[in-house]
DNA sequence: AAATTGTTCTTCGTATACACTCGGTCGGGA
DNA sequence: TCCCGACCGAGTGTATACGAAGAACAATTT
């Protein structure tokens, strides 16, 4: 298995500071490193069996994409994120996929509704299993999907970046929604092989409701640790 | 004076890889870097007269913001913004800072309608003076002071580097614009003051839909070079 | 006990080395 | 002449070492 990891590290032709950025990420989101923690270049470097500088370059992007805060002189810590900023995420994801719902219903193609379908069957099964960890990834993959088939770039990054907070978010709390919206991602999907953008807009508008809705209630319980 | 050993960039306390960044940024948006030029890290480093670690850091970053495109293994190059991005970018700016607007008319302290009337009138005193730059750089302020009070942090910091890249595509094409929208800014503020959202709202969609227009208008004249 | 001084940890920036890869070039063969 | 493959150089990707400076904390002194 290791080797199996080195020759991907290895052979692979992503840049280490990439993987590094990807692998800080995932261990975000899952609570690996918790927030308030303190991240020194040396620990992560130690950590990924790397050296400094792609620590310290995937750490400035982790920075801009909000992460982690770099206090000047002191190093990084993992970003407390209060349920405050959740619901600003909330404001934001609904005015951004709703446009991206939009413009995915104008666009997408039959393979593109295909390839969700794909998905909805997924998750159908996944959540028969009850397998919450898969209902989450296969979320997060079909929201993925409709922004790129939405085909506006700026609209795809930013709403990329949001989407990988949203799931730190749910991790940290509630996974538990995951199956209930299930549901709702097929009226989306629906509406987006319609073809119609104010449908398509409406059904991610009442998605986001509610998945806000369920967000705040669990924050409220107070998953963000003392600090 | 006996530190001359400083002033390359910074006699300041700002790291400098950020120094680097923000260095990088405004050539990119005043053109001294074109689109679609070669950015090798030693070129750099040898322009900002540092070593490469700190323009590293600074190119990745550059990189998630969209200003450079890096090809693995090739470096990085400007990125070459087409008027397919603009049109994707005002989409989402309608989106982002029409909620902004809402959000603003709905917290704005008295003490921030001041600060908005007050880059009003210097915003009217400059387009007197004929002063582009300045009216063009009092716009930037004028809207990143709305995203501001808005008082959504995700909101802000997306749509400012959102609007970094407004001012350059701007800077590439046209600002004679900038004079017109001001009528526009006046209504927005006015808005925002009254504490309205739907109007906010409303007055920056207004707002936006001009500016794109113009935008468009401007770059179907193409000036984006031959590449 | 309070203030000052040192010590230590860590970041920040620099410098250097080297493997690897990509792109172009050059030369030989059809 | 044209094509094709080997070679070469530029530049990135990564590692490592080192010095300087800031911040926190402990120790020492008054």
Known sequence: ??????????????????????ALRTAIIDGDYLP???????????????SRNPVREALRVAEAEGFVVILPRRGAVVASPSS??????????????SLAARLAAERATPAD????????DQGREATQRQDLARVAELNSTLHLRILQISGNPWLSSIAKSLYLHVQWVFRLGAAERAPHSWAEHIQLVDAIESGDGDRAEQAALIHLAAASAAAFENAEGGYVAAH
Chains 1, 2 share one sequence.
């Open 1 to 22: 298995m290791a080797e199996d990891l080195r020759d991907k590290l290895g052979a692979q032709h992503l840049p280490l500071r990439d993987q590094v950025l990807a």
């Open 36 to 50: 308030g923690e303190r991240l020194t270049e040396d620990r992560l470097a130690e950590d990924f069996g790397v």
């Open 84 to 97: 405050g900023t959740i619901a600003d995420m909330f404001a934001v994801r609904e005015r951004l996929e």
């Open 113 to 120: 509704v295909a390839a969700l379908r794909a998905l909805l």
